[in-house]
């Protein structure tokens, strides 16, 4: 059996709600969480949890102090979110183990870490003149396609949460 393992990891995000819904997709997933300081709320906060509420048992969540902290704790492959990139997130072949790197609302990851990273730089297509997408769509987009090509390994092809009504 392959070992997959999905990292998704949110650069000092600030707003919960976000961080709430990115949380609910790695619960639903099996995809891990890492959240990277600091942060724009505590993560006792009320919108964070509700945002995610009945799923925070299935989270498999990471801490870190700082970026620099986490690339001495995780072994990569890291590949990094950012409107600015030139390729499409749909152009990679992911690895079975794989980091997808999602900056902050506001400014997104740091420029010099992008530009130092191109190779590995991604972006999901859009409109010329849109900005960008919210952050918990863009992970759970990503997220989403790096599961399709490894084959949706471990998640259920139909649910039985209707009771098999539907």
């Given at each position: 059996m392959?070992?997959?393992?999905?990292?998704?990891?949110?650069?000092?995000?600030?707003?919960?709600?976000?961080?709430?819904?990115?949380?609910?997709?790695?619960?639903?997933t099996?995809?891990?969480?890492?959240?990277?300081?600091p942060?724009?709320?505590?993560?006792?906060?009320?919108?964070?949890?509700?945002?995610?509420?009945?799923?925070?048992?299935?989270?498999?969540?990471?801490y870190?102090?700082s970026?620099?902290?986490?690339?001495?704790?995780?072994?990569?492959?890291?590949?990094?979110?950012?409107s600015?990139?030139?390729?499409?997130?749909?152009?990679?072949?992911?690895?079975?183990?794989?980091y997808?790197?999602?900056?902050?609302?506001?400014?997104?990851?740091?420029d010099?870490?992008?530009?130092?990273?191109?190779?590995?730089?991604?972006?999901l297509?859009?409109?010329?003149?849109?900005?960008?997408?919210?952050?918990?769509?863009?992970?759970?987009?990503?997220?989403?396609?790096?599961?399709?090509?490894?084959?949706?390994?471990?998640?259920?092809?139909c649910?039985?949460?209707?009771?098999?009504?539907?």
């Amino acid at each position: 059996m392959q070992n997959f393992q999905l990292n998704l990891v949110l650069v000092e995000p600030e707003i919960p709600q976000n961080t709430g819904n990115v949380a609910r997709t790695c619960a639903a997933t099996g995809a891990r969480l890492h959240l990277v300081e600091p942060m724009g709320f505590r993560i006792d906060n009320a919108k964070l949890k509700r945002a995610g509420l009945d799923y925070w048992h299935m989270l498999d969540i990471t801490y870190h102090d700082s970026l620099a902290e986490f690339f001495a704790n995780t072994p990569g492959p890291y590949y990094y979110f950012s409107s600015r990139a030139q390729q499409a997130h749909s152009a990679v072949d992911y690895p079975l183990q794989v980091y997808l790197l999602f900056g902050k609302e506001t400014l997104g990851l740091p420029d010099e870490l992008v530009q130092a990273n191109l190779q590995h730089a991604l972006r999901l297509p859009m409109l010329h003149d849109a900005r960008c997408l919210n952050l918990s769509n863009s992970v759970a987009v990503a997220a989403y396609e790096v599961l399709r090509q490894w084959g949706y390994p471990g998640l259920a092809e139909c649910s039985d949460y209707f009771g098999g009504t539907q």
